[in-house]
């Protein structure tokens, strides 16, 4: 699964990588679409690896972008953000 490549990458090049809209609906099941793409935000340089599962995708941002928030704030931010405002229910917190 991505998740265990994300951490990898991480740690072994010192990376930050955080999730996207899209990806950060999918690790907490808020998203019913199957991906087999998975994009994250670094500070390292734009990467594209592919996997039998499928392809990771990283995308530079700045670094205020994508450090000082863990990795668990970003996948809320992120996916409420992916959600808009008018999607958001009592249900899609509570799995959050």
């Known amino acids: 699964m991505a998740t265990e490549e994300v951490g990898a990458l991480s740690r072994d090049h010192q990376w930050t990588l955080i999730p996207d809209e899209n990806t950060s609906l999918n690790l907490p099941g808020l998203s019913t679409q199957v991906s087999d793409s998975w994009v994250y935000l670094t500070n390292g340089p734009n990467r594209l690896y592919e996997w039998s599962w499928g392809v990771l995708q990283l995308k530079k941002r700045s670094i205020k972008e994508t450090s000082g928030i863990s990795h668990r704030s970003a996948i809320v931010v992120h996916g409420l953000k992916g959600l808009g405002q008018e999607n958001i229910?009592?249900?899609?917190?509570s799995k959050l």
């Open 89 to 93: 229910s009592e249900k899609t917190l």
